[in-house]
């Protein structure tokens, strides 16, 4: 199949690639039609539940524009679907630079929305680039990994991972954006994971994390040392209890629940949703896009949401194991396990079971940033697909 | 191949590209990221089937509560009115203030800013607000009422304010009205929020935690005829409390039945002013203690009430505005006490010694029990020692020291002489065990000892002393043996009305009523009938008929009562009658008797109780064809013919004049 390079002086040898030579035919062929398919079904379901959900808007259907987001992940899709992966891995130290650029950008110089710095305001586009930094921090990771797979038993090579990830997370963590904060570890716990990291290193390196949350959560306030701000921390601990104080920090879950519970089988459609038209469920666009949805659509569209990203993530899983090299299959590794844990986040927020954090439903909510950047990471599953093995 | 072992030999170049293939490791590592995606659906479908179909109604109905806010729409109370429709009490709509607490600002500081603000500006106390926000706590769906019937500046400044009273809103509501002032305060009652214990009382009867019932007087005793059913109507909101949609009634609201009183505004009327006249006469008098009383008008043939005056008296109107320094004498004793508590009903809540006024009670158990011929003649003398004794004690006096003559019943009733009756009161001592105790027998069947059944509360039943309430009141520490024993005195005090005993004024008119109607003990009303509003209002819908109830015959002889009935004319057309000077030149013949009853009294800033005259004249009218009884007592006044005969004659004026038998007003 391929030649396996074990001289350092065979330098250059290179494995041959398929796509070299299959041409435009089997290039097409390659393309994984099933995922983009559910993609695709995903983001026009999407686009519809938007439509339904904001046209009694003061401002109107924000469908329209979501679509354009939608178009422009269209277009980066098919380029990231273009671009070999191993072009990401000889750039990542750009990568990385740039992205801590951008993101430290953002602390010092964005302006001020909703009491947090995640924007960079470019007249025309909120740009976010803690969203697109999740997919060009994967493929760092995922690089820096790779090229020292030879000493991953070594407690030294995930070691340094796990430093260099943890500066995007802090800058991330400090704009301040607890959510994509979460799925910045769990991108890179995921890539530690799939790339091989011994069992122990992973033990260790999970209980040290379960430890910093609950430092931060309960026993750094409990010491007087407030790592997060209050309302950050009820919002984050206040799920456990949702009816707790219907008033503060759980009003969001308790309306949300209510929303999802009142959505029923059928769902109450697009006139009689009552919880989302007259306003009781806040973010009901973004953050709570899916209560906003199980409302209107019941149990049946719910489902069937859920049910397309269960197909995206098996088809995701799949090109792990059919990714061309250790690289491809770390970085498919981290983009499918970041893209489950958004959805795990996001609708276990919806319905009482995870912490409010703010990540937005992937390929739903209204954001342009978080639509292109899911659409590039399908490109770039694509991408690694087209170039992988043989093998099924 | 191991790469743990290859670098030992061949250290491996980071930039080499690691040729891979699906180690087993690998695919071991991916099965379990499978796992877990399939585990967390797994638990989101769980989840998501146990919200919508599973728990859906539960969730449906709380977003329609979240939408839903149900309007109360206040129904109005029904009015009172006078024996001749005249309105006693009314509404007039006012405008109420309520309070949602989930609207209210979120954040607490901006929310105390908001009810500090509406505290200020509808006067009420923020504790308060507060606390009825926490009665509340349970009832997202009901308002708070913070204030009824405030006043146009306020109502201007919350509606121009709106925006910063998110959560107020204002409401129709309704008030009592008084339209003539402080007239019938006692009768009429008030309206107030319920109290928890009349809530829990009530609860069967279908009233609200947050209703206003009546409180006192026929208010509270018609209270189930007189409040209406509110009605309700809902409109939905949005979140921040915004109607969606117009207000959609739901039930209707249904107004309060009225009540037809049998009192005559204008002998009401009279009546009071009657009090106040005879307190002044009494002051000119010299009686600088009299300070109170009561006068009780009543029809003889069925118990009516016609007018039933207390002073000092009140205004109900201060229990709607609820201006506490208005209520202070009311409700606070120390105030109530200055102002000689006008709260307090005198007609029928306040017991006192009937002193002559009761003789004919005396006058008709001794001709009962034949211990008394009333034409043979006993001696009217100055004073009247118990025979055989010779304690200070026991010499009791005549209020006229210079008579001394022998007379017969009438004369005695006439000229009120107390030596005769003390000796009627010494043969009731002397009677055999056997006979029992005849003169207060025939005192509860004239309805003494005991409450009359009027349809109003807070009724005094009085006290008539026995031997055995004598044994019974004063066993035990401190009192001693010789406190317990039913000493002549007693008996010969009683026959006077004096010593223990207590009577009200009711009691005293339904008495007299007895001697007016021939013998019949009437149960005393105030409530003619509950009607409802038609559109011609002389011809309402009666819906219930409260009016007289039949009377108890007392078994008195008629032959003994036309005996009395000749005393209590000679008593106000005699020239010895003690009251012939008030009511011998009034063209309707009325027949009555004076009482001036000894009353230990102690004043404010007084060490010791002091002895005062209260002032009685009882009596009725026409005296052929009685239709009236009135009672005065003038609290402190002196003698009866002094202060409470002049103002029961004031009441006959209205009344006779009111009936067309008098042209003009006699005396002003």
Do not use: C, M
């Given at each position: 199949m391929t030649i396996e390079a074990v001289d350092t002086r065979a330098r250059g040898l290179r494995p041959r690639r398929e796509t070299d030579t299959v041409g435009v035919v089997g290039f097409a062929r390659r393309i994984d039609w099933l995922l983009l398919g559910a993609v695709v079904a995903i983001v026009a379901y999407g686009l519809r539940a938007i439509d339904g959900i904001t046209k009694h808007n003061v401002g109107g259907s924000l469908a329209g524009r979501q679509a354009l987001y939608a178009g422009v992940g269209a277009v980066l899709l098919v380029v990231a679907t273009l671009i070999d992966p191993a072009f990401y891995r000889r750039v990542k130290s750009v990568i990385y630079g740039g992205t801590l650029g951008v993101m430290?950008?953002?602390?010092?110089?964005?302006?001020?929305?909703?009491?947090?710095?995640?924007?960079?305001?470019?007249?025309?586009?909120?740009?976010?680039?803690?969203?697109?930094?999740?997919?060009?921090?994967?493929?760092?990771?995922?690089?820096?990994?790779?090229?020292?797979?030879?000493?991953?038993?070594?407690?030294?090579?995930?070691?340094?991972?796990?430093?260099?990830?943890?500066?995007?997370?802090?800058?991330?963590?400090?704009?301040?954006?607890?959510?994509?904060?979460?799925?910045?570890?769990?991108a890179l716990l995921a890539v530690l994971f799939?790339?091989?990291?011994?069992?122990?290193?992973?033990?260790?390196?999970?209980?040290?994390?379960?430890?910093?949350?609950?430092?931060?959560?309960?026993?750094?306030?409990?010491?007087?040392?407030?790592?997060?701000?209050?309302?950050?921390?009820?919002r984050l601990t206040g799920f456990t209890h949702p009816s707790s104080d219907p008033r503060g920090a759980t009003y969001n879950v308790e309306q949300s629940i209510i929303a999802v519970g009142d959505g029923g089988l059928r769902g109450r459609g697009v006139g009689g949703s009552t919880q989302v038209k007259l306003d009781y469920l806040p973010a009901n666009d973004t953050d709570f896009a899916f209560s906003s949805l199980a409302e209107e659509r019941g149990f049946v569209g719910a489902a069937f949401l859920l049910l397309l990203y269960l197909f995206v993530v098996w088809r995701g899983l799949k090109i792990v194991t059919g990714a061309a090299d250790l690289y491809s299959a770390a970085v498919a590794g981290g983009l499918v396990f970041a893209f489950l844990f958004q959805i795990y986040v996001n609708v276990g927020m919806a319905i009482g079971l995870a912490p409010i954090t703010g990540i937005p439903l992937p390929l739903v909510s209204v954001g342009g940033s978080s639509m292109i950047t899911n659409l590039l990471a399908v490109g770039i599953l694509q991408s690694i697909r087209v170039r992988g093995g043989r093998r099924r | 191949m191991p790469e743990g072992r290859s670098r030992r030999f061949l250290p491996g170049d980071p930039r080499v590209e690691e040729p891979y293939r699906l180690t087993p490791q690998l695919a071991l590592r991916v099965g379990i990221l499978g796992a877990v995606a399939l585990a967390i659906f797994a638990v989101l479908f769980l989840r998501l089937w146990a919200l919508q179909v599973l728990?859906?109604?539960?969730?449906?109905?709380?977003?329609?509560?979240?939408?839903?806010?149900?309007?109360?729409?206040?129904?109005?109370?029904?009015?009172?009115?006078?024996?001749?429709?005249?309105?006693l009490v009314g509404n007039v709509p006012g405008t109420r203030v309520e309070l949602w607490p989930a609207d209210l600002p979120k954040s607490w500081p901006a929310q105390r800013a908001e009810l500090r603000q509406l505290s200020t500006v509808t006067g009420v106390a923020l504790s308060d607000i507060l606390k009825k926000m926490r009665?509340?706590?349970?009832?997202?769906?009901?308002?708070?009422?913070?204030?009824?019937?405030?006043?146009?500046d306020q109502i201007d400044y919350i509606a121009e304010h709106q925006t910063q009273f998110p959560g107020v809103q204002l409401a129709e509501s309704y008030l009592r009205t008084y339209p003539n002032q402080a007239l019938a305060a006692h009768i009429l009652g008030y309206v107030g929020p319920i109290t928890e214990q009349e809530y829990e009382a009530d609860r069967k009867l279908g009233y609200q935690p947050t209703d206003n019932i009546g409180q006192a007087g026929v208010e509270s005793e018609y209270d189930q005829y007189l409040r209406g059913r509110d009605g309700s109507a809902q409109m939905t909101v949005d979140a921040r409390g915004r109607p969606t949609s117009s207000i959609v009634p739901t039930t209707l609201q249904r107004p309060g039945n009225t009540l037809r009183l049998t009192i005559d505004i204008d002998v009401q009327r009279a009546a009071e002013k009657a009090l106040k006249y005879g307190i002044s006469l009494a002051h000119q008098n010299g009686e600088w203690a009299a300070d109170g009383g009561a006068i009780v008008a009543m029809d003889p043939r069925d118990g009516s009430i016609i007018a039933l005056a207390s002073n000092p008296t009140y205004k109900p109107s201060v229990y709607v505005s609820r201006d506490p320094k208005k209520l202070a004498p009311l409700q606070e004793a120390a105030v109530a006490a200055k102002d000689n508590y006008p709260a307090i009903d005198r007609a029928i809540s306040v017991g006192y010694p009937p002193g002559s006024t009761w003789k004919p009670v005396t006058a008709l158990a001794a001709m009962e029990t034949r211990i008394l011929q009333p034409y043979s003649t006993l001696l009217c003398s100055?004073?009247?020692?118990?025979?055989?004794?010779?304690?200070?004690?026991?010499?009791f006096t005549n209020w006229d020291p210079y008579v001394n003559q022998w007379i017969d019943l009438p004369t005695a009733l006439a000229e009120s002489c107390d030596t005769y009756f003390y000796q009627l009161g010494y043969k009731f001592y002397l009677l055999p065990p056997s006979e029992g105790h005849p003169l207060q027998n025939w005192a509860s069947r004239f309805g003494f000892g005991a409450t009359s059944g009027l349809d109003l509360q807070g009724e005094y039943g009085g006290l008539v002393p026995t031997p055995e309430w004598r044994r019974t009141h004063f066993a035990g520490k401190p009192y001693t043996a010789i406190d317990r024993v039913w000493k002549p005195g007693y008996s010969v005090q009683l026959a006077i009305g004096q010593g223990d005993l207590l009577v009200t004024p009711l009691q005293m008119a339904r008495f007299y009523s007895v001697i007016a109607n021939g013998g019949q003990l009437v149960t005393p009303h105030i409530a003619e009938d509950v009607e409802q509003p038609t559109g011609d209002p002389s011809a309402p819908r009666i819906l219930e008929r409260f009016g007289a109830q039949p009377p108890t015959p007392t078994g008195v002889d008629p032959?003994?009562?036309?005996?009395?009935?000749?005393?209590?004319?000679?008593?106000?057309?005699?020239?010895?009658?003690?009251?012939?000077?008030?009511f011998g030149s009034f063209p309707v013949a009325i027949a009555g008797k004076t009482g001036t009853a000894q009353k230990l009294f102690k004043l404010p800033g007084y060490p010791n109780a002091v002895e005062f005259n209260q002032s009685w004249w009882c009596g009725y009218g026409p005296f052929d064809k009685p239709t009236i009884v009135v009672c005065a007592v003038i609290e402190n006044g002196g003698h009866g013919g002094v202060a409470a005969a002049p103002a029961a004659l004031k009441v006959f004026e209205a009344y006779f004049h009111k009936k067309g038998i008098l042209s003009t007003h006699i005396s002003d």
């Open positions: 430290a950008l953002v602390l010092v110089a964005s302006a001020a929305t909703h009491g947090s710095h995640r924007w960079i305001n470019l007249g025309f586009f909120q740009f976010q680039p803690s969203e697109f930094g999740k997919v060009f921090f994967t493929l760092f990771i995922a690089g820096f990994l790779a090229d020292r797979a030879k000493r991953i038993d070594d407690a030294s090579v995930p070691l340094a991972a796990v430093a260099l990830g943890f500066v995007p997370i802090v800058l991330v963590f400090a704009e301040p954006d607890v959510g994509t904060a979460l799925v910045y570890s769990a799939t790339i091989g990291v011994r069992w122990l290193h992973l033990g260790v390196i999970a209980a040290v994390g379960l430890l910093g949350v609950l430092a931060v959560l309960w026993w750094l306030p409990a010491a007087g040392v407030n790592v997060l701000k209050p309302y950050q921390a009820q | 728990s859906a109604n539960k969730y449906r109905a709380e977003a329609n509560n979240n939408r839903v806010r149900t309007l109360l729409i206040e129904a109005p109370r029904g009015p009172i009115l006078d024996r001749y429709g005249r309105v009665d509340a706590a349970g009832d997202p769906l009901t308002p708070i009422v913070v204030q009824y019937g405030i006043h146009p100055p004073t009247f020692t118990v025979p055989g004794q010779t304690g200070k004690g026991e010499t032959s003994a009562l036309k005996i009395v009935q000749q005393g209590l004319f000679e008593g106000t057309h005699s020239s010895i009658g003690t009251s012939s000077g008030v």
